[in-house]
């Protein structure tokens, strides 16, 4: 009978372990993605002012057309363009579907990231491995809020500005740094071991993706310019601390989804041959294809690198 009641109270601290761990996982989801909504609304300012060299927090959030200050109410996020029936409340000039497209995207990819990253975050054994998931995550984040950014105003403008890739290089390498150190105060040496070996893969992805983009700008500069070469760089080193086929997948999806959409806007007669294609929303949807599905048994039947 002693023996029954302690397996009890141990099938009892495990259920209640595995529904706290559920508890957090769900929470922390659901808060990255309310998250997601309001990144959104500040990368639509992001995307806007910082190719006009403009400040980013001053004057505060405002109509393009008739200049009157946005209230707080309605900078919620896709709710406030949903209830002005995408009209300005004052002078009614239209405001762009791309603001609520780019919330609910951005939303939409913090939820996807989150899904990826937070139930390893959930199972952390200790705070220090805690410390070292949640830096992962939040480099996760901010590659993917950052490729938003770039990808619209690479769409606008045909430029990738240093003003974003190189912040962000810095925070995410940072971030990793964070995770290694935290790594090695972690549960066991294996972990720190790994932690290591996935930062030097990030650097090396940086230099590797980095150097291939820069051969291919000086064969062809015409068709890569600088900004795609310091954004690709950016992107192995996003990718190359979760492992080489996220790097090579990163790599090889940008110029498959570029070829695509090039036939395309060709075949319908959009563009022409000579005609100048904006690459950074390409290295921006492979990249981040990579990073949420790169791991994922799909990737498996690739015969680049076999089993991820």
């Avoid at 993706?209 to 068709?223: D, E, K, M, N």
Wanted: net charge positive; glycine share 10%.
């Amino acid at each position: 009978m002693w023996t029954a009641g302690v397996r009890q109270s141990k099938d009892h601290i495990s259920r209640c372990a595995n529904l706290s761990e559920g508890s957090v996982t769900t929470i922390l989801t659901n808060l990255i993605t309310v998250l997601g909504l309001f990144i959104g609304s500040f990368l639509n300012v992001v995307i806007y002012r910082l190719p006009r060299r403009a400040s980013l927090s001053m004057p505060p959030s405002h109509c393009t057309s008739c200049g009157r200050r946005l209230a707080w109410y309605e900078n919620i996020p896709v709710l406030s363009w949903v209830a002005l029936c995408g009209r300005c409340r004052t002078c009614k000039s239209r405001i762009s579907l791309r603001y609520p497209v780019i919330e609910l995207l951005t939303g939409l990819l913090f939820l996807t990231t989150a899904l990826r990253f937070v139930p390893d975050l959930a199972n952390a054994p200790t705070l220090a491995d805690a410390v070292a998931r949640g830096s992962v995550l939040i480099a996760a984040l901010w590659f993917v809020a950052a490729s938003i950014a770039l990808a619209m105003i690479d769409l606008d403008t045909l430029t990738l500005p240093n003003r974003i890739i190189y912040p962000s290089a810095i925070v995410i390498g940072g971030l990793y740094l964070i995770a290694t150190v935290s790594s090695m105060i972690g549960v066991a040496s294996a972990g720190a071991g790994s932690a290591w070996n996935s930062a030097l893969t990030a650097l090396l992805g940086a230099l590797i993706v980095g150097v291939l983009y820069l051969a291919i700008a000086f064969i062809s500069p015409r068709g890569m310019g600088l900004g795609d070469v310091k954004y690709a760089a950016l992107i192995g080193l996003a990718l190359g601390w979760h492992g080489w086929p996220y790097i090579v997948l990163g790599l090889l999806l940008p110029f498959l989804i570029g070829g695509i959409v090039a036939a395309i806007l060709l075949v319908t007669g959009r563009v022409r041959r000579k005609t100048g294609i904006p690459f950074g929303p390409a290295m921006a949807l492979g990249a981040v294809v990579a990073l949420e599905w790169g791991g994922s048994p799909a990737s498996a039947y690739l015969p680049i690198w076999g089993p991820a």
